[in-house]
């Protein structure tokens, strides 16, 4: 199956500072989503992103899928920003969600 | 009430207990799914239900039990469990439609400690 790779596993950061996270997957997908999830476990979305550049805020994304890589970018960050970034995609081989999940980025923002 | 909901959203069982959890989706999605996210690991697909039949079985043992009996609702009935299937169990739904934007929006998770 796809594999999916994020990268840092960690990362600490003090407010109002930018930082990217990345997710290098294995195959072509046509679902990539990003999510934040919470420190009581709620999995938030993101951004639907398969491929092109989308901007919401503070958070932006870039998917470059003929390379088979996506970038987050937090700028200014916040203590609230804090929690665990995962990228997930879907193989181009499937059509009803199968969502392959990274491992992660646990993010720790310091005020 | 709006988005995907669980409940219970704790559960302690023992290993001879049978318990069910649900979910409920009040968006019009067409598919949902349920996860299991351990400590240390990532989210692992369990099942998914698209038009209300299974389409994805993730070799889950037979001591889960997923029942899809319409669009809005998901349960995943859980019997004779182990320790080791002690972790955060997500539902999640999505619109599952050829060319559109398929974003999977999930609930707040079952916390489920079996002893």
């Known amino acids: 199956g796809i594999q999916v790779e994020q990268s840092p596993p960690d990362l600490i950061l003090q407010e109002g500072a930018n930082s990217t996270l990345r997710c290098n997957f294995s195959d072509s997908v046509n679902n990539l989503q990003w999510f934040h999830q919470n420190p009581w476990g709620q999995l938030i979305n993101l951004f639907y992103?398969?491929?092109g550049t989308k901007q919401n805020g503070r958070l932006s994304a870039t998917t470059v899928a003929t390379e088979r890589y996506s970038l987050l970018y937090i700028s200014s960050s916040q203590t609230t920003d804090s929690g665990v970034y995962f990228c997930a995609v879907e193989g181009g081989g499937t059509s009803y969600g199968k969502l392959t999940f990274g491992q992660g980025t646990i993010l720790t923002v310091h005020p | 009430e709006t988005g995907v909901t669980q409940t219970p959203r704790h559960l302690v069982m023992g290993m001879t207990n049978k318990k069910s959890l649900k979910c409920e989706q009040h968006?019009?999605?067409?598919?949902m799914y349920w996860y299991k996210q351990s400590a240390k690991k990532p989210l692992e697909l369990m099942f998914v239900y698209s038009l209300e039949e299974r389409v994805e079985n993730n070799s889950v043992p037979s001591r889960f039990s997923p029942e899809c009996p319409n669009s809005s609702h998901l349960f995943l009935h859980l019997h004779t469990l182990q320790p080791e299937d002690s972790a955060l169990y997500l539902c999640?739904?999505?619109?599952?439609?050829?060319?559109?934007?398929?974003?999977?929006?999930f609930g707040p998770g079952t916390r489920l400690l079996v002893l």
């Open positions: 968006l019009g999605h067409n598919a």
């Open positions: 992103i398969p491929s």
């Open positions: 999640a739904s999505s619109q599952v439609t050829t060319g559109l934007e398929e974003t999977q929006y």
